[in-house]
């Protein structure tokens, strides 16, 4: 990797791309959109359709008890992988299977959730100050290109690829079962396979994405890319091409945002997603307008 | 015209029993998985429980070169006195004051070869001392101060390798970075240096001193 990032770095001199690619933390973090953006657009619209936004704001806060549990358990500092993947996982089942057996609305069941494992996160945390120092665990809650490693950046290319195979394979079923479960079921579709499918999915997408994104703005690019592209989309293929191309500008302008004015990625990030939002809701609105 | 069969299909969903083993059984295969993932995590050899703790643009200055440890060194006895000098005048010495004190590594050390040009650069709270090499070939040196923002309450953090509390009981972040590309480092205010490729360098690392409180 660092032969190509030196070549990368030489084209940046010669003006022939942006300076900024001199840094080997900008082209990890480009490479890193460049995976992100079909995964997190690809999902997002099928979490719009399912409904399931405040599943994914859950979710991020499960992994940042997550970390904190990665942590005790002595895994490094910058890679609490197995606490990560293993808390949101388990969070995961948990809550989708609370909410399919429950009598209580989902929103509810999921509020429970959430506020059990933020509260838990937070106590952890406290924890784990008397052990790190804490500024080092604000760059895992608001997301750092700084500490984007090849390794992060080679789990997340290959959970990148079983996420984009899985989904292929299963979009049309999981679309189907979005959009009319009943259908689906006499269709041949087993319903129960795809919500757990769908969720564990929605997990290793966005375990993947925190350390660019960070844990407590995640949800926003899995729910505002496909909230835009939603405005602009005039069939599901084109909310899917939508969607992707919004999460993609977003990743990308966010990046550049961080770098110019050193804010979290994360922040910048959720800036220029919502930012997107926005002017598709005006493009939305002018439309309406024209055809009125 | 076409004639059209209804199709009956009938539907049986899982029972609540069965997912919820179905649910237990992946749970224990995750919980299983996590164990044996840290299990070997923690067996990792080399350098890794050094590192561990710290993240990709932090070093332990135990692991640099011999004349990396000594301006190291040299920095946080310099660090000191112009802390020192900042609590009775209400204002950070320039180098050249602290050289004109015999302070190392501001003043002139006639053992070394290599030698820094100095220069003392503020902007709001932010205070950097930043060592430009005259030679090429070396790394620039620079101290990163962020002093407490007025009006703010004060900050209850313990005294460590990264705070120092002044007289006044206001409490300063301070750290100490390298850039092996010393001549290429313009002397301005440098905000987030890790953003601009140095490195940060402990002495004993975050970890170890929260561990010692």
């Not at chain 1, 660092?2 to 990890?28: K, S, V």
């Not at chain 1, 804490?134 to 490693?149: A, D, K, N, P, R």
């Not at chain 1, 564990?200 to 729910?223: D, R, Y």
Request: proline share 5%.
């Amino acid at each position: 990797m660092t032969a190509f990032y030196a070549w990368i770095a030489e084209l940046a001199r010669r003006g022939m791309l942006p300076a900024d690619f001199q840094y080997p933390f900008l082209i990890r973090g480009f490479l890193c959109v460049l995976v992100l953006a079909p995964i997190l657009g690809g999902l997002s619209h099928l979490v719009v359709t399912r409904r399931m936004a405040f599943f994914s704001a859950a979710l991020g806060q499960a992994a940042l008890t997550g970390v904190a549990i990665g942590l005790l358990l002595g895994e490094p500092l910058n890679a609490p992988y197995g606490g990560m993947f293993g808390f949101c996982l388990l969070s995961t089942l948990a809550m989708v299977y609370v909410k399919r057996r429950a009598t209580l609305p989902p929103d509810t069941l999921i509020g429970v959730f959430h506020a059990l494992t933020l509260g838990l996160g937070l106590c952890l945390l406290v924890a784990l100050t008397r052990q790190f120092n804490v500024h080092q665990v604000e760059s895992v809650l608001f997301g750092s290109l700084l500490t984007v490693t090849d390794g992060d950046l080679l789990l997340l290319v290959f959970v990148g690829l079983l996420v984009s195979i899985l989904l292929v394979r299963e979009y049309n079923r999981l679309l189907l079962d979005s959009l009319n479960p009943s259908l689906a079921q006499v269709a041949g579709a087993q319903s129960i396979f795809l919500e757990y499918f769908f969720a564990v999915l929605l997990t290793l997408s966005i375990v993947v994405s925190l350390k660019i994104i960070g844990a407590l703005l995640v949800e926003a690019l899995v729910v505002v890319p496909a909230a835009a592209g939603r405005n602009v989309a005039n069939s599901t293929r084109s909310y899917l091409a939508w969607s992707i191309a919004v999460a993609f500008f977003a990743g990308a302008g966010g990046l550049a945002v961080s770098t110019r004015f050193l804010v979290p990625t994360g922040g910048a990030v959720v800036l220029a997603v919502s930012s997107i939002f926005f002017m598709t809701l005006a493009v939305r609105a002018s439309r309406r307008r024209r055809l009125a | 015209m076409s004639t059209t069969t209804a199709r009956r299909v009938q539907v049986e969903t899982l029972s609540a029993r069965a997912e919820l083993l179905a649910v237990v059984r992946a749970s224990m295969g995750i919980t299983i998985g996590v164990w044996i993932y840290a299990a070997m995590m923690a067996g990792v050899g080399g350098n890794a429980p050094r590192q561990r703790n710290l993240l990709p643009f932090q070093k332990l200055i135990a692991d640099r070169v011999p004349t990396e440890q000594r301006m190291f060194r040299e920095l946080q006895e310099g660090l000191l006195e112009a802390e020192a000098a900042r609590s009775t005048a209400s204002a950070w010495p320039t180098p050249d004051s602290l050289a004109a004190a015999g302070v190392p590594p501001f003043a002139h050390d006639p053992t070394q070869r290599s030698s820094f040009v100095w220069r003392l650069v503020q902007s709001g709270t932010m205070v950097n001392y930043i060592g430009i090499p005259t030679t090429a070939g070396l790394p620039a040196w620079l101290l990163l101060v962020t002093e407490p923002t007025p009006g703010v309450p004060p900050d209850q953090t313990f005294e460590d390798e990264e705070h120092h509390r002044l007289q006044d009981g206001g409490m300063l972040h301070v750290s100490t970075w390298v850039h092996g590309d010393g001549r290429g480092i313009a002397p301005r205010l440098v905000r987030m240096p890790q953003a601009e490729g140095w490195t940060q360098l402990y002495a004993v690392g975050p970890a170890q001193a929260a561990a010692r409180r």
